[in-house]
């Protein structure tokens, strides 16, 4: 068993230590996090638009002005999810760089709509209509543009600010006043940079970075990762991070959160336009039918252990796992490092992927509208919600139910070393 244990660290735990410590994955998790009350915000204004049989209770032309009067919400912030990850990039990078992050933000955003199109076709008019910038790739179409023109614009623009090409002014000058002009010529040649590559992009026969990196990156990329093998082997790795003890959702998000944010995003856009949702597996897909898996050990616990201190680590951890929060049984049951519960703590999550895939895939559930609900949304209201019908919150009870069967026998056999260890204690 020690051999067993210290090959699995010897392989996983530096894996998960880079991708947990990352300077550029840690940036882009804190950047997910601040677009996160954005998304969120939207998501209520689209859960009262399309409220689970909100159509029979109010009239339908009550109902149109209510969506009129809300819509403009979900426009303005979800479906601009893109230019303020950007921003938020931007902001961060900035930050670590020891630079008034502010500028960052600023340099990030303007970045972003540098290399966005001004122009749309519009159905009936001869030609391109100018002077406007496409909704399209400033939502989820755009994330992945956003992510790369962040970066590499807060690159240049941070390597600019600890170059000798900055305006200083003598130290009298308040410095309010010495920032501003400081971040002038590292912003311009940022800019200039970005124009330069704009204007290359615009010959080719993509037009724009947007079409070039929704066409080669993001589309094969989100086929990729909202596939029924990659979300298995994702929950695999989130789980085996949790059992050495590192906070599996936090790594794995890093890298998944850009293909998943996107996916979620796609189902909002083709919901708002009355059609739809594309993706299963989105942000949502775990957050409100994944994660919760430990809720099944705590209810094996609860039920068959006969250990003191299963029994009391179970009834501890009901209120947080009502949240969704699963320290409490993980490292008080323990599951890091217990090799006789790892088995079942991987295998429970596939079985949560696979049913609920299933599920969706049979069209038994509804596919996630694209509502970006807190993960701390209590289960059967999290999965009414996701998906806009009960069954939502039924698919979580049969996930759950059959969650405890699998790790039944486990539990059991822990249960029993548990109390042949406390019966040794007490005599």
């Given amino acids: ?24 994955l840690t940036i882009l998790r804190k950047a997910f996090m601040a677009v996160m009350p954005l998304t969120i915000t939207g998501s209520i204004a689209l859960i009262i638009q399309f409220f689970p049989f909100i159509d029979k209770i109010i009239p339908a032309d009550i109902m149109m002005e209510i969506s009129n009067f809300l819509g403009v919400v979900s426009s303005a912030s979800l479906s601009l999810a893109a230019l303020f990850l950007c921003a938020s990039i ?7 760089e020891g630079h008034e992050a502010l500028f960052g933000a600023i340099v990030g955003f303007s970045s972003f709509l540098i290399v966005t199109p001004l122009e749309m076709a519009v159905e009936g008019l001869e030609g391109m209509l100018s002077g406007v910038i496409p909704m399209t790739w400033l939502g989820g179409q755009g994330l992945f543009v956003a992510i790369i023109i962040g970066f590499l614009s807060s690159f240049l623009f941070n390597k600019l600010m600890k170059s000798r090409y900055t305006i200083k002014l003598p130290d009298s000058v308040p410095p309010m006043v010495t920032e501003p002009f400081k971040v002038l010529i590292p912003q311009f040649l940022t800019f200039i940079v970005l124009a330069a590559i704009r204007y290359g992009i615009s010959f080719t026969a993509f037009g724009d970075i947007h079409t070039l990196v929704f066409d080669i990156l993001q589309t094969p990329l989100m086929a990729l990762g909202t596939s029924l093998p990659a979300s298995i082997i994702v929950v695999i790795f989130i789980q085996l991070m949790w059992f050495m003890g590192l906070h599996g959702q ?10 998943w944010q996107a996916a979620m995003i796609a189902n909002l856009t083709a919901v708002q336009n009355g059609g739809t949702p594309q993706y299963i597996f989105t942000s949502q897909f775990f957050t409100g039918f994944i994660w919760m898996q430990f809720s099944s050990l705590i209810i094996a616990c609860l039920i068959f252990a006969k250990s003191e201190q299963l029994k009391a680590v179970g009834k501890l951890s009901i209120g947080s796992a009502c949240f969704n929060i699963s320290e409490p049984i993980v490292f008080g049951g323990p599951v890091v490092f217990n090799f006789i519960l790892l088995i079942p703590w991987v295998l429970s999550m596939v079985v949560y992927v696979i049913i609920t895939w299933a599920s969706m895939a049979l069209g038994i559930c509804p ?9 701390t949304t209590p289960p059967l209201i999290s999965g009414w919600l996701i998906t806009g019908s009960p069954m ?5 009870i049969v996930n759950v139910i059959v969650g ?19 019966s040794r204690a007490q005599s």
Avoid: C, H
């Fill in 1 to 24: 068993m020690d051999v067993l244990q210290s090959r699995i660290e010897k392989v996983l735990l530096p894996i998960g230590t880079w991708l947990g410590e990352n300077r550029y």
């Fill in 90 to 96: 931007g902001y961060y990078y900035t930050k670590e």
């Fill in 250 to 259: 936090n790594i794995a998000g890093a890298v998944m959160d850009p293909i």
């Fill in 367 to 375: 596919l996630p509208l694209g509502t970006n609900i807190p993960w």
């Fill in 392 to 396: 939502g919150a039924v698919l979580q």
């Fill in 404 to 422: 405890i069967f699998v790790y039944l026998p486990f539990v059991k056999m822990y249960d029993k070393q548990l109390v042949e260890e406390e």
